[in-house]
Structures are given as structure tokens and as C-alpha cells.
């Protein structure tokens, strides 16, 4: 599975910036490679690695930046700096998020989730 995403953070959507202005922080893709979820933008590079992931839930921006409902994926992680959580939105079929509707996105934000759910719970057990 490999999706073209645009993305934020917990710091970014708490921000002035990111409740009134402007919700991502970037965009990119989401891969699952094996044991761990690939956030690549440009050159940088995040992996995530499936142990390491506490939760993978549904979230929502705040109606002050998206009066209507807007959904991400948010998963939230340990890494050496502590606990920390990203929230995804995948784009529909590659478009622009601009040009994708709230609520088709909200529902592909849904189909996500399950995916990433099933791959976080290994097969053996």
C-alpha cells in the first residue's frame, strides 16, 4: 500500500498557524513496508515501526481551519523523543487535496484506517 498524503502534527494543529490558517505541515506519501510505515516528503524520511505504534485512529481538524468536518488518520507512536502522534490525509485517486471533497476524503480516511489496522495487528497472533 503506497498513498499520496498530505500531513500535520499534534505542536502544528494545536498552533495558531494550524487552528486558523493552514492544517498541513506537508505532503507526501505513506508506504507500509514490512514492520514499519514510511512518511517520505521530498528527501526527508520518517519510518515508523509497527511495534512502536500505540493507536491508529480516526481524528478531525478543528472547524475554525475546516468549517465542515475534515477527517485524518491519526497514529500516534513512541519514539526516543517520547510520545508523539502525526495525523494523515489521504488524497482520493492522487488529486489534489484541494480538489477532493471533505466528504469523499472522510471516506477514504475510513477505508485507510481499516488497512493500516489490519497490518498493525501481526498475523500470528
Known sequence: MK??????DT??????????IWIYTGSGSLEIEG????LCSGSIQM???????????RGSFSRTA?????????IEFNDRSGARSIHIVPLYKNRPSWFISVWRTNRTVL??????QKWQIPDNL
Do not use: A, Q
Not at 3 to 8: D, G, Q
Not at 47 to 57: A, F, G, H, L, P
Not at 66 to 74: E, F, G, V
Open 66 to 74: 475546516k468549517p465542515i468536518r475534515l477527517d485524518y488518520i491519526n
Open 111 to 116: 477505508r485507510e484506517i481499516e488497512v493500516l
Open 11 to 20: 505542536e502544528h494543529r494545536n498552533s495558531f498557524l494550524g487552528r486558523w
Open 35 to 38: 514492520d514499519s510505515l514510511v
Open 47 to 57: 519510518r515508523i515501526m509497527r511495534e512502536s505504534i500505540t493507536k491508529i485512529d
Open 3 to 8: 498513498i499520496r498524503t498530505c500531513f500535520s
